[in-house]
C-alpha cells in the first residue's frame, strides 16, 4: 500500500467511540490500528455500500441483464424481460429468505441425522439427556408416549420430524404446535409449508428468470418458506438439542473479553452447531489434556463461546461468552486466543488475515465451511473427539509457543442466561403448577405491557451494541417484557442487563414482577434457531387464553435493530408471517412508495398476518413496538387495566378520598 493510499483509508476510518460501544471491542480495535491490522469495522469505512443494491433496485438471474432500475423513479423503466420493480426487489428479498431458511433447516436436519444415529445405537459418543423433553416433543404432534419405552418413542419422533425436511406433500408436523386461527389463515393462504426442501426448492425455481412475476404470489412463497424455518428447521433443531444435551435453566455465567485468561490455554468455539462444542467441552475436561496444559505451563485450559453456538453453550452449560459477531476478529487481537474452531455460519473470512498476524490457529471443522488459508479438520460425528482432541492440543503447544503480548480487556459482566420456553412456564407458574396463565395475568392486569422479542446480528455498518441495548432499555422502561436470542442478547449482556438487579430500569409493573420472581428484566433464550422457543412461548399465551386467538392478535412485537445477515430475513418473515410486527433496523433493501412496500409493511397485516417495520434510530423503533402493543391492547380490551395498575398511591389516596 503507498503512503497515499494509506492517508486516504486513515482519513476514512471513524473514531473507535463511533463505531461500537463495546469497550473491549473498542480497545481492541484500538490495538489493531496499532499493530497495523485491518479487521471489519475498517473495512465498512472505506467500502461503500452500492445505493442501488441497497433499494434491492438491481436484477442479475440471467445474462439478458444485469439491470439496474432507478431507484427515484421505480417505475420508470423495466429489466430487459420486462420485469419490474416489484418483481425484482420481491425476488431478491425472496432469494434472502431462501438461502437463510436454509442455513436453519440444513442445521437442524443435520441435528436431526445426529439424533437418528443415536437412537439406532450408531453413536454412542452422544445420548439422550433428556428423556422428559423427548416426551413432551413426541406428545406434542400427537404421538403415542404412555407406557411406551423411550428408545420406542425416539425412533417414531425422529421419523416424524424428518417430514419436517423431506416430506413433499401435507403439514410439516410442528404445525400441529399452531394455534387455530393462525393455522386457518396460513391454511386460507395456502401457505402451511409442507417439507423445507420442498419450500426453499420451490422458492429458488419460482424466483428465476421469466417464472413468477407477481410479487404478491413471491410473497406468500417467502411466508411458506420462511414458516419451513421458524417452525420446521430451527424449531427441530432446538427441541433435537434440548432432547440431546439438556433443556436450559437459567445459569450464572461471565459475558465479554475479560472471559479471557491470560495463564491458561484459551479456546474459543464460534459458530451455530453445539455438536462441535459440546465435543470440545469433553475434550477440554479430559485428564490428559488438562495435564499437558499444565505441563505447557498454563494453569488449566478455558474454553469460551462466541456467536450463537456460544450463547448456547451459554444457556445450556453456564460456559462463558467472549462477544458477539462484530468483535470474532478483535477477539485475536487480544493474542490470548490459543486456538479458534468454528463451524458453520457467519465465519468471517478476514479472520484468517487477523489470526495469522497474532499466531492463533484457526480450524475449519465443518465439510459445508472450509475457508482458504484455515486449517480444516473434520469434525465426524461418530468420532469427534479426534477433531476437537486435536484442536485443543494445538492450543496447548500455541500456548506453550505464545509469541505475541497479550492484552485482554478487563471487563466481564456477570449475567444469567438460559430461559427456555418450558422454564418460564415453571418460574411463573411455580413447581406444582407450571403454566403461563401468570404471564398471561399479569399482562391482562397490564403489570407487564406487552413482550417483545429483541433479537439478531450486530452489522459493522452501524455503532455496535447501541441500537440494541437503547432499545432494549426503552422497552423495559415501559414495562415491555424482552425475549432475546442470538448476538443482541450479548450486546445486553455486556449492558449488564442480565441480572435481576437490572430490574431497577425497567417500568413500576415490569419491576414488580421481576422482583417477585427474581429474574432480569430481559430473558435470554439461547441463539438464533432458538427464536422458535419464542413462537412456542406465543403459541402458549395464544392457548392459555384471555389474549386473543391468534398470535396476531397477542400485544406482541419483534425487532432486529443490527441485523445484517440473510437468515434475519428469514426470521423476520416467519415472525411476521405467525402474526408478530416485526422492526428492522439498519437498512432495508426495498424502495419506499412501491408496491412490493406497502404489501410489506401494511397489506400483510391486513391478510390476518404480522407486518414488517423499519427505523435505524431505537428509540424510534421501541416507540413503534410499543404503539402497536397498546393497539393490540385496545383490541382486546385491555387497555384500561393498565391505567389501572399504573395508578401510584397518592393517587389511589385521592380516589379514597373523593
Ligand atoms: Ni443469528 Fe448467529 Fe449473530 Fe446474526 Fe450471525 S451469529 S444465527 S445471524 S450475527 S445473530
Ligand atoms: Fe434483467 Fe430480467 Fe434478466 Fe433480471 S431476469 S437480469 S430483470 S432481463
Known sequence: MTDKEKKSIESKLLDVSDVTICEATAQMLTKARRDGVEIAFDRAATMKACPIGADSACCKHCSMGPCRLNSKDPYGKVGVCGATIDTIMARNFARMVAAGSACHTDHGMGMLELFGEVVTGHNQDYSIKDPQKLIDVAASIGLETAGREIKDIAIDLHHELEKTYTQVNGEIPFAKRVPKKTLETWRKHNIVPRG???EIMEMMGRTHMGEDQDYENIVNQCSRTALADGW??????????????????????EVNMGVLKENMVNVIIHGHEPNLFESVLASVNTPTLVEAAKAAGADGINLVGMCCSGAEMMSRHGIPHAGNFSSTEAVLVTGAVDAMGVDVQCIKQGLVKVAECYGTPLFTTNPRCKIEGAQHIALDENDPRACTDEIVIRAISRFKNRKYPVEIPKLINPSIHGFSYEYINYMLGGSFRGSYTPLNDNIINGRIRGVAGVVGCTNPRVKQDYVHVELVK?????????????????????????????????????????????MPPVLGLGSCVDNSRILIAASEMVKVGGLGESIADLPVAGAAPEWMSEKAIAIGQYFVASGVYTVFGVTFPIITDTKFHKLLFEGLEERGFGKWGFTPDPIEMANMMI????????????DKARERTLIDMNDRRQIAAA
Request: charged share 20%; glycine share 10%.
Open 196 to 198: 423445507a426442501m420442498r
Open 232 to 253: 420446521g428447521g430451527s424449531m427441530v433443531s432446538t427441541e433435537i438439542s434440548d432432547i440431546l444435551y439438556g433443556t436450559p435453566v437459567p445459569v450464572l455465567t
Open 627 to 638: 404503539a402497536h402493543i397498546d393497539k393490540k391492547r385496545k383490541a382486546l380490551g385491555i
Open 474 to 518: 426503552h422497552l423495559i422502561k415501559n414495562d415491555v417484557l424482552v425475549l432475546q436470542t442470538g448476538c443482541s442478547q450479548i450486546a445486553l449482556a455486556k449492558a449488564g442487563l442480565y441480572t435481576p438487579e437490572a430490574a431497577y430500569l425497567a417500568g413500576p409493573g415490569l419491576r414488580e414482577v421481576c422482583e417477585t420472581v427474581g
